[in-house]
């Protein structure tokens, strides 16, 4: 398995960019998990401004996302990030919705014990770009 992949499974936290119509952008920390191609990220059940995420409304003016991944350290040498380009889609119902709860559940307890109640973001990843201390690769 990459170094990129792993680094990206073993995650726990990543930052979700959106874009609405206006193409004005929109960047919120969000909890995942990834299966083959596919990235997902629940709305859970902590308390939210609205129950109109921002998110969700620019998923569908622009399904085109970024998902970045980062390990910051004082010692620079240890420095990555590894970026996620592609296309989300909202899952309200149906077995995918169901598989993707259960991932999460798996990665977090506290997914286990409050099951997301909102959608489900599937987001088809379409390219992988890293980068770490000393190395580039595109």
């Not at 193409?23 to 995942?32: D, G, K, Q, W």
């Amino acid at each position: 398995m990459p170094v990129s992949r792993r680094r990206v499974e073993g995650a726990r936290v990543a930052r979700l960019a959106t874009v609405d119509a206006d193409a004005r952008p929109h960047l919120v920390p969000i909890c995942f998990a990834v299966e083959g191609g596919v990235l997902y990220s629940a709305v859970d059940r902590k308390p939210k401004r609205s129950r109109t995420l921002r998110r969700l409304e620019n998923v569908r003016a622009n399904p085109r996302v970024t998902v970045l991944v980062d390990h910051y350290d004082d010692d620079w040498t240890q420095l990555w990030w590894v970026r996620l380009d592609g296309e989300a889609r909202i899952l309200t119902q149906g077995a995918e919705r169901e598989h993707a709860l259960r991932l999460l559940a798996r990665k977090y307890p506290q997914y286990a014990s409050a099951t997301p109640n909102g959608p489900v973001l599937a987001i088809e990843i379409e390219q992988w770009r890293d980068w770490e201390h000393g190395h580039s690769r595109p």
